[in-house]
């Protein structure tokens, strides 16, 4: 019986303490919206830069083959700076000894097309710069 009214009496204070007890409200923070159509920062590349990449990529065996039919509808396709590639063309991640020597190319791929060498944003399939195949 004795156990009884002590378990009775804890009970009660635990009550009792809860009850007098304020509840504490909790702060939820949002995090800030991420922007859908984030770009990468402007390329500005250094003229021995572009000497680099044209020749890290100049042993690579990636120019667009117009004799395949995926490629074939991107044959009237004339590059410039902002322009999207056409749909079937697939651009190759850099060399890395590329990578290695200019991080900020990390973000870009390239495409080897019509004797150029085109820097492109893979998320929006955008050129962002242009060089040609063949040093000046």
Known sequence: MRQVLTRASLAGTVLALAVSVPAVAVEQTIPPP???DQKPPPLRL???????IRQAVSGENTEVQFSLSETKPAE?????????IPDGLYPDSLPPPVLAEMPVLERYTYLKFKQQVLIID???RK???MLSEASR
Do not use: E, H, L, T
């Not at 250094?46 to 680099?52: G, H, I």
């Not at 009237?76 to 999207?84: I, N, Q, T």
């Open 34 to 36: 991420v922007a859908q």
């Open 76 to 84: 009237g396709f004339a590059p410039s700076v902002g322009a999207k």
């Open 46 to 52: 250094s003229d021995d830069q572009r000497a680099k």
């Open 127 to 129: 050129i962002v710069d």
């Open 122 to 124: 893979p998320m929006s």
